[in-house]
């Protein structure tokens, strides 16, 4: 009984890629306004976390991921809050690498749900942006938690950074612009936003660019209008007008 009722739920948010953006956008504010410490890193664990568990439902994933993804959420949370009561940055960097990997096996199911889909629909669209935008998230987490282990900062110890520093970083170099204003002094840091540059580059011009080609917003109405058409003149179908 549990059973039916855990699938019939999974069923009702089957493809939900459009749930899915909007909670990868919250969570895109919320690191906006809000720095990954303190009280603000539970609620920026809580939105990533329901946007990695909502996305894996969307995408079908088995019922035992799921579960996973929920505990492992949960877990993230717990140890954020006790990061902001101990003021321990270890416990936050568990916690980013907990969400960091969950959002990346999540977004994962997504881009696999996209690319294996029969055709392209609108919501393959949202599902192929909501996985673009949370690149730049992923990213963000990674750049705080490189930030915290590095003894000189991740743009150099004379730069005070703010949360929302990272995200800008992050998008700024996911989309290639380049702005200049924040350079990575370390290594590690440039090794990684290289990688994150070429990542932006490759999924946007191949993936996004080539659905957004075929996608025929009018085929699926044509379809239903050619079908009932087709119902309507059968030889059994009773007479109109």
């Known amino acids: 009984m549990n059973r039916e009722r855990w699938l019939q739920r999974a ?17 895109y504010v919320l690191a906006s306004v809000m720095s990954n410490r303190g009280w603000a890193a539970v609620l920026l664990s809580l939105s990533t976390g329901a946007t990695s568990v909502v996305a894996l439902t969307s995408s079908q994933a088995r019922a035992a991921v799921v579960r996973w993804a929920l505990a492992i959420a949960g877990l993230a949370t717990v140890l954020a ?31 696999r749900r996209v690319v294996t889909a029969s055709s392209v629909s609108f919501r393959t669209i949202l599902g192929a942006i909501s996985v ?9 987490w990674t750049y705080g938690v490189i930030d915290r282990i590095e ?10 950074t703010r949360g929302s520093d990272f995200l800008f970083f992050s998008y700024t170099t996911l989309t290639t612009t380049g702005y200049g204003d924040l350079i990575p002094a370390g290594q590690v840091g440039r090794m990684i936003s290289g990688l994150e540059m070429m990542i932006g580059q490759v999924f946007l011009v191949t993936l996004v660019a080539g659905l957004v080609s075929l996608w025929r917003p009018g ?15 059968s030889p059994g179908a009773p007479p109109t007008g």
């Open 132 to 140: 673009y935008i949370a690149l730049g998230i992923l990213f963000t």
């Open 151 to 160: 003894g000189g900062g991740f743009f150099g110890a004379g730069v005070a």
């Open 219 to 233: 085929e699926g109405l044509l379809r239903r209008r050619e079908r009932r058409g087709d119902a309507d003149s």
């Open 81 to 111: 809050a006790v990061s902001a009561v101990s003021d321990v940055k270890l416990w936050l960097n568990i916690a980013s690498f907990l969400e960091i990997g969950l959002l990346a096996i999540a977004m994962a199911a997504v881009l």
């Open 11 to 27: 069923q009702r948010v089957s493809d939900a890629f459009g749930l899915v953006l909007l909670l990868v956008v919250t969570t």
